[in-house]
């Protein structure tokens, strides 16, 4: 048995893990770019500000995509409710309200990482620190992740867990692709550009996923692979049809144990069918962009349906 | 006059129970001690074992200083100890009883009529409620003072919704996990079984119309209350689901919780949240703390609150008074613990020597609790006394005193070595079909010299309690 609110709480719970782990990369590629490129990186961390869902935010408070203004919004500043700062506070408040569904090693990785990051956070980041403090951001997260996994039981309170955490990464890897989807779009890559190479390279990065790429496909970036990587590879821990599998895993155990199904099983079920039968080309053909946005839209749909059937609230 | 010393008395030396102790405390190197109180914090800051400080912001959770050297009791120290609380426990609950039913105590004239009518903790709505098992307070911590080897007195009765178990058991925790040979040399009666104890009492004080294995919850204020650690310590430890009002609602007669199922029904609750805030239909109607209608359920009989609502008037300070004659009267024996003296300052004489005598004595609130708002007037200035009495003399009737006590020492550890500090005792008791304790409780010491103020909100620490099984 499980409270609703339990739910709610585990599933936000993770949903903040991952956004403060996904953040991070998503600097730590925009770091990268800046450092390898000869030309204006303000580019590229305005990209990497949309990316992460806050180029309004950040628009309201700065007119200068530099990279000391896009990583103190990114990773410190409270104001913005998905920097890493205020992800993992909104993470442990939810952690604490669901004290009693955690192990004592997960809500102390939990505590940990909040108590060293708020330390680590407190001061501008100088920038000689902030491959270290990326590092102690990503390691953070691995220690809570591996807590978890260790020590929790498959049970409903794993289930929620994991929603929220496959919801919250298909949610993320859509929105890095959405935003860069049209230096994948075949009739740019026929240019063949370094100006596409590093791009692609860097759309790779921000999943960490540009030497399992090489292992996967080939030592050259091609738009149609990177796109079948990150939407329809099954083995690549990030892509959306990864992330699918897992929530449909999860849904069909909540539905074995409940022995009730919802329109969420539905929503689930669609998706997952369209990723796992679908083809590069076909996405391709009828639209990148389209494809990308209706994604989004059903996976946020989704969450909605998986909070009101197992009334969250 | 020198306080007692629980460790090394002026006069007689070493006491019996620190033997062992003492002569495992004086191989150590100072150092590696030092090394270890730095250890207890670390772990007490990672484990999320802080209480919030209202009107704090930046210290919004705060730790309480844990003291590595332990309070210890000998075993028949506290047998002692036991008969005199049980035989309170009983009496408070039989008090409850009374005063919501035929009110004999009142009838025979040992406790006047104006100090239940008037007082705001008993609550009119549970006249003629009898709750499961006949039980009204079913979780109560006594506080205890010692002044002497023999002299022990009863400083405060806790009938509502005592705090502090949580404490009582991670100081126990990680005393064992800083210093595991000493657990191995002396033999120390364990309190881990505190949280079977709780909820197989909980369940034995089940609705009658309740299924064998009754559904419990606690019900917390929230994630911000001061004591939500604990809260969600106690629901981690009996395995038993930590709900907040929003939760909660009546469905079909019986108060129910939001599953990811749907309602589940909820046979015993045990409550942290005050009366006030327990049914907004009841009570304060602005609560969204508690359910609004439980208290319907309730005189219905179809869940057991714990603890009963209006278990106030039982350890209001104003009661407390009385307490010898109450003890007496329901248990037809003299009180084995004794009360400290009490000037109720509602009685025009004892108004006149507590102002008389203001600078010697310790006034409290009668309805006020944590330390706030009270005068101890050897610590006080002269200004500060004068203050004080215009304040008592205006509401004379709001106001207790009680004499200076030499409150006894057990040694904390400084960086200058052992240093005496005052203490007091929290036994946690649990009143069911029977009455159960835990051997020990909770030891709160004021860190500061010569203070006797041990609330934690006001600079106490706590110390592992051990009780010996010799």
Known sequence: MLLGRTANGLYWMNRYIERAENMARLVDAGLRMALTRTQDASEEWTSVIISSGSDVAFANKYSDYTAANVTDFLLRDTSNPSSVMSSIETARTNARMVRTALTRETWESINEAWMSLKRM?????????????????????????????????????????????YVERADNTARILDVKYYVLLPSISWVGSTLDNYQWESILRSVSAHRSYRWNYDATYKPSNIADYLILNGRMPRSLAFCYRFIAEHLNLLSEDYGERHACHDTALTTRSLLKVGSIKDIFDAGLHEFLSDFIRDNTRLGNEIAQHYRFH | MAAFDEMLPEVSGLRKPYTAYDRWLKEQDPARLAQKMQDAERVFRKTGITFAVYGEQEASE??????????????????????????????LNAFLDDIYHRQEILRAGRVPKDLIARNEAFLPEMIGVRPPAGVYTHIIGIDIVRTSENEFYVLEDNARTPSGVSYMLENRETMMQLFPELFQQIKVRPVENYAQLLRQSLAAVKPEGAKDAPTIAVLTPGSYNSAYFEHAFLADQMGVQLVEGQDLRVVDGHVAMRTTEGYKQIDVLYRRVDDAFLDPLTFNPDSTLGVAGIMDVYRAGNITIANAPGTGIADDKAIYSYMPEIV?????????????????????????????????????????SGGYGMLVGPAASKKECET??????????????QPTLALSTVPIMTEKGLAPRHVDLRPYVLVSDRIQLVPGG????ALKEGSLVVNSSQGGGTKDTWVLDD
């Open chain 1, 121 to 165: 956070l407190a001061k501008p980041i100088d920038e000689r620190e902030l491959p270290a403090v990326l590092d102690a951001i990503k390691r953070e997260t691995a220690l809570i992740r591996g807590a978890f996994y260790g020590t929790m039981l498959r049970n409903e309170i794993f289930d929620f867990s994991q929603l929220g955490t």
């Open chain 2, 62 to 91: 705060r730790l309480i200083p844990f003291d590595i050297v332990p309070r210890i009791i000998s075993g028949q120290e506290w047998r002692r100890l036991t008969q005199g609380i049980e035989q309170r426990v009983q009496a």
């Open chain 2, 328 to 368: 007496e009267f329901y248990t037809g024996r003299k009180a084995i613990l004794g009360n400290v003296p009490t000037w109720r300052c509602s009685e025009p004489d004892s108004l006149k020597y507590v102002l008389e005598h203001i600078h010697e004595l310790v006034i409290k609130e009668v309805h006020g």
């Open chain 2, 388 to 401: 004080f009495a215009a304040k008592l003399s205006s509401k004379p009737s709001n106001y207790i005193a």
């Open chain 2, 442 to 445: 909770l030891t709160r010491v």
